[in-house]
């Protein structure tokens, strides 16, 4: 059972719903910690984590949980979408979400503290804000640039973000990394997945949310990069981009850059094929 769950043959959440069923069954005398760490991208400390986090006792069996533990291993589950059973293995991780979900604080942290990630550097047409560095953070280019670039071929994906400014994924960088072996990170907009979805669809989309709408409102303004019509402007398309998350492969709740962080790498070492190990 735990290995079927491993290979994305069966789900944790549909091991939990027989425990329900069938307190007594063997998923019912499953403990939660087993359960946890036969989900790729789990190991034994992040699953302590976890427990810790839904307030389950590291004794307890699925079939002994009370309702309102169910009920929050339920919601922890439904947002780790399983596997795509049978995918090819992939080498590139795309990471997208709405606006202000921190998206770039959490490829920062990754550059900082696993340098054996290759971070794609994006080309943008917007100015730098306070902080980014010219080819580290993006690189920035006029639009007569990114004209060039698009009619080249030069860009993997492009769009254009907010109504306002165009956003790309230069090429050359990415297949060079992917041909060496290296393990690839895109930090895009949506609309970027998608296109690289299209281009390589061996890609893995991880979908970055925050914990809640609030603070997504509250990270937004704090940051004070936007005017209020800018951030009326941009919680609207995050209202969007939002309702799209069921098209990614994983969703990573942004309530700790370094534990989301963590686990954007921990989903780099995933095998998605249907063999068990």
Same mark, same amino acid.
């Given at each position: 059972?735990?290995?079927?769950?491993?290979?994305?043959?069966?789900?944790?959440?549909?091991?939990?719903?027989?425990?329900?069923?069938?307190?007594?069954?063997?998923?019912?005398?499953?403990?939660?910690?087993?359960?946890l760490?036969?989900?790729?991208?789990?190991g034994?400390?992040?699953?302590?984590?976890?427990?810790?986090?839904?307030?389950?006792?590291?004794?307890?069996?699925?079939?002994?949980?009370?309702?309102?533990?169910?009920?929050?291993?339920?919601?922890?589950?439904?947002?780790?979408?399983?596997?795509?059973?049978?995918?090819?293995?992939?080498?590139?991780?795309?990471?997208?979400?709405?606006?202000?979900?921190?998206?770039?604080?959490?490829?920062?942290?990754?550059?900082?503290?696993?340098p054996?990630?290759?971070?794609?550097?994006?080309?943008?047409?917007?100015?730098?804000?306070?902080g980014?560095?010219?080819?580290?953070?993006?690189?920035?280019?006029?639009? /007569? *640039?990114?004209? $060039?670039?698009?009619?080249?071929?030069? +860009?993997?994906?492009? &769009?254009?973000?907010?109504?306002? =400014? !165009?956003?790309?994924?230069?090429?050359?960088p990415?297949?060079?990394?992917?041909?060496?072996?290296?393990s690839?990170?895109?930090?895009?907009?949506?609309q970027?997945?998608?296109?690289v979805?299209?281009?390589?669809?061996?890609?893995?989309?991880?979908?970055?949310?925050?914990?809640?709408?609030?603070?997504l409102?509250?990270?937004?303004?704090?940051?004070?990069?936007?005017?209020? /019509? *800018?951030q009326? $402007?941009?919680?609207?398309?995050?209202? +969007?981009?939002?309702? &799209?998350?069921?098209?990614?492969? =994983? !969703?990573?709740?942004?309530t700790?850059?370094?534990?989301?962080?963590?686990?954007?790498?921990?989903?780099?070492?995933?095998?998605?094929?249907?063999?068990?190990?």
């Amino acid at each position: 059972m735990k290995a079927q769950v491993a290979a994305g043959e069966r789900t944790a959440l549909d091991v939990l719903a027989a425990a329900v069923k069938d307190p007594n069954g063997v998923e019912g005398r499953l403990r939660v910690t087993e359960l946890l760490v036969s989900i790729p991208a789990i190991g034994v400390t992040k699953m302590q984590r976890i427990m810790t986090r839904l307030e389950i006792s590291p004794s307890k069996r699925l079939g002994g949980l009370g309702k309102h533990q169910r009920d929050r291993l339920r919601d922890f589950l439904a947002a780790r979408p399983t596997n795509r059973r049978g995918a090819p293995d992939s080498h590139l991780i795309v990471l997208a979400g709405p606006t202000a979900v921190g998206k770039g604080t959490v490829a920062a942290y990754i550059r900082e503290h696993r340098p054996e990630v290759h971070l794609s550097v994006s080309a943008t047409t917007r100015a730098p804000r306070a902080g980014e560095v010219e080819g580290v953070s993006y690189f920035f280019v006029s639009d /007569a *640039e990114f004209d $060039r670039m698009i009619a080249a071929g030069e +860009l993997l994906e492009y &769009a254009t973000v907010h109504n306002a =400014y !165009r956003y790309g994924t230069p090429r050359g960088p990415v297949e060079a990394a992917i041909k060496d072996g290296n393990s690839v990170l895109l930090e895009i907009d949506i609309q970027g997945a998608r296109a690289v979805r299209r281009a390589m669809p061996e890609a893995r989309l991880v979908f970055l949310l925050p914990p809640s709408w609030d603070e997504l409102v509250r990270r937004l303004i704090g940051r004070g990069t936007e005017d209020s /019509a *800018e951030q009326s $402007r941009r919680l609207e398309t995050a209202k +969007l981009e939002l309702a &799209a998350q069921g098209e990614f492969d =994983y !969703r990573v709740v942004n309530t700790d850059v370094a534990e989301a962080a963590e686990e954007v790498v921990d989903l780099m070492k995933i095998r998605t094929s249907a063999t068990p190990s």
